[in-house]
C-alpha cells in the first residue's frame, strides 16, 4: 500500500513500537549540544573561581542544568515535529521521523511533549539558592525562543539563524548562572558564531541534499531566501568568526595561561621563555572547523552534528580539543 505523503499515515504500531518512536521523537543524540551548559563552570573551575564549593554540590547544580536544558530541548523538538509533520513527510530523511512516518500518534506526542517541559521545570526548581530563579528564566527565555522560532521565526532569513544560535547561548548563560559565575564575553562571542556556522552549515547541506531549489525550499521555507552561494560565503564567515573569537579568548587567559620554561630575566616581564598552553587547542580546533567546511561543501552531510558524530576526522579533531583544554586548564589551575 502507498501513502500519500500530504495526508496522516494512518498505520497501526504496536505499544513497543510507540515506546521507541517517542524515545527517538525527544532526539536524545541532540543532547550533546548540553555540552555548552558545562562550558561556563568547567571553565570557572580551571580558573579558580569555584575553589571553596564542594565539588558534590558543584556536580549536582550542573547536572540539574545540564537536564534543564536537555529535557527543555526534547519537548520543543517534539512540539517542532508537530508543526512540521507535513513539509517532514517531502524530505527524503525526515519523513522517516515517527510523527512524519506515523509510528507516534499525535495525541501521545503533545502528552509527551508537556511531560518533557514539566520535567525541565522540575530540574530548574531543585536547584539551591537564587541560581533556580536565573535558571528557571534563561530555561524560560530559551523554551520562548524555540516556540517563536517554530512559530514563525525559522520563515525569516537569517533571523532564523540567529533564533537558534541564541538558544546556544542562553546554554552557556544557564550553565554559568547555575554556579553564579560570569561567562567571558570572547565565550560568548565564539559560541555564538559557531552556532551560527552550524545552522547556515545545515541549511548548506539540506540544498545539496535535496538536489534543486524546489525540493530545498519545499522542506523549508526559508530556503526561498538563501541561495547556494549566500550560504556558502555565511559558512566561511561565520566559521572564520568563531575561529577568531576562540583565538581571542585564548589571548584573554594568557596572564593565567602562560607557562614560563626559563626564569632568567631575559624578557621584557623578566620571566624568560614561555608560551601560553591553551593556544595548543587551537590546532585541532583549527582541524575540524575547516574539515567541517569542506565536507558541507562537497554535500557528504547535511547537517554538521550529524557529521561531527560520523566523520572519523571530525570525532579525532573534537576529541583532541577537548583532552588538550582539559589538560591545559587543569595545569593552569594547579601553577
Known sequence: MTSDPHHPVSHTHPAGSVFRGLIRLARLKQWTKGIFVLIGPIFAVASGKLGDVPRTELGLEVALAFFAFCLAASGCYVFNDLADIERDRMHP?????????GQVPVGAAKVFGVCLLIGSLLCTLALPGAAKWWVIGLV???IT?????SGGLKHIVIVDVLSLSTGFVLRVLGGCAAVDVAPSTWLLNATLFLSMFLAFGKRLGERRLMGSD??????????????????????????????????????????????????RPIG????????????????????ALLRTIT???????????????????????GLLFVLVTGIVLWIGGNF
Do not use: C
Open 214 to 263: 524546489e525540493s530545498a525550499i519545499a522542506a523549508r521555507d526559508v530556503q526561498i531566501s538563501y541561495t547556494d552561494q549566500l550560504l556558502r560565503m555565511m559558512v566561511v564567515v561565520t566559521g572564520v568568526a568563531t575561529l577568531l573569537t576562540y583565538t581571542g579568548y585564548v589571548q584573554s587567559r594568557e596572564e593565567d595561561l602562560t607557562m614560563y620554561f626559563t626564569h
Open 145 to 149: 525562543n524555540v516556540m517563536a522560532y
Open 93 to 101: 530523511r525526515k519523513k522517516n521521523r515517527p510523527l512524519a512516518s
Open 268 to 287: 621584557l616581564d623578566g620571566h624568560g621563555f614561555g608560551f601560553n598552553l591553551l593556544w595548543v587547542s587551537v590546532l585541532p580546533a583549527t582541524l
Open 140 to 142: 524560560g527565555a530559551y
Open 295 to 317: 565536507l558541507l561543501m562537497r554535500g557528504t552531510y547535511d547537517d554538521p552534528t550529524e557529521l561531527a558524530l560520523r566523520d572519523q576526522m571530525v570525532r579525532v579533531s
